[in-house]
C-alpha cells in the first residue's frame, strides 16, 4: 500500500523442537514500527519441495489511538457479557 517498511525472514532449517514453521517473514512499517504483514510456511511435504503456506496476515488502514473510552478495555464492562468466575 505504498508505505515503507523492513522485512525480516526467520527459517528453521530443520524440523524440530518447539517451531510450528519452517520459514516466517515479517513485515514491519517503518512509521509506525508496527507489524504490518505476516506470512508462515509449513516445511515441504517431501524432500526438496515447495514449503506451503501456513497463514498469512496483511493490516491495512491501521488507526493508532483512535480515542476509544477506558471502559472499552474493562473486562467487568456489563456490555461484553463475560461469563462470572
Same mark, same amino acid.
Given at each position: 500500500? =505504498?508505505?515503507?517498511?523492513?522485512?525480516?525472514?526467520?527459517? %528453521?532449517?530443520?524440523?524440530? =523442537?518447539?517451531?510450528?514453521? %519452517?520459514? /516466517?517473514?515479517?513485515?514491519?512499517?517503518?512509521?509506525?514500527?508496527?507489524?504490518? %504483514?505476516?506470512? /508462515?510456511?509449513?516445511?515441504?511435504?517431501?524432500s =526438496?519441495?515447495?514449503?506451503?503456506?501456513?497463514?498469512?496476515?496483511?493490516?491495512?488502514?491501521?488507526?493508532?489511538?483512535?480515542?476509544?473510552?477506558?471502559e472499552?478495555f474493562?473486562?467487568?464492562?456489563?456490555?461484553y457479557?463475560?461469563?462470572?468466575?
Open positions: 500500500n =505504498g508505505r515503507s517498511c523492513s522485512m525480516f525472514e526467520i527459517v %528453521h532449517p530443520v524440523q524440530e =523442537g518447539p517451531y510450528d514453521f %519452517h520459514i /516466517a517473514r515479517i513485515a514491519i512499517d517503518d512509521e509506525l514500527n508496527l507489524p504490518i %504483514h505476516y506470512e /508462515a510456511y509449513r516445511w515441504p511435504s517431501e =526438496g519441495g515447495k514449503p506451503e503456506l501456513l497463514e498469512r496476515y496483511t493490516y491495512t488502514d491501521i488507526v493508532i489511538n483512535p480515542g476509544l473510552p477506558a472499552t474493562d473486562p467487568s464492562n456489563p456490555e457479557d463475560f461469563p462470572k468466575r
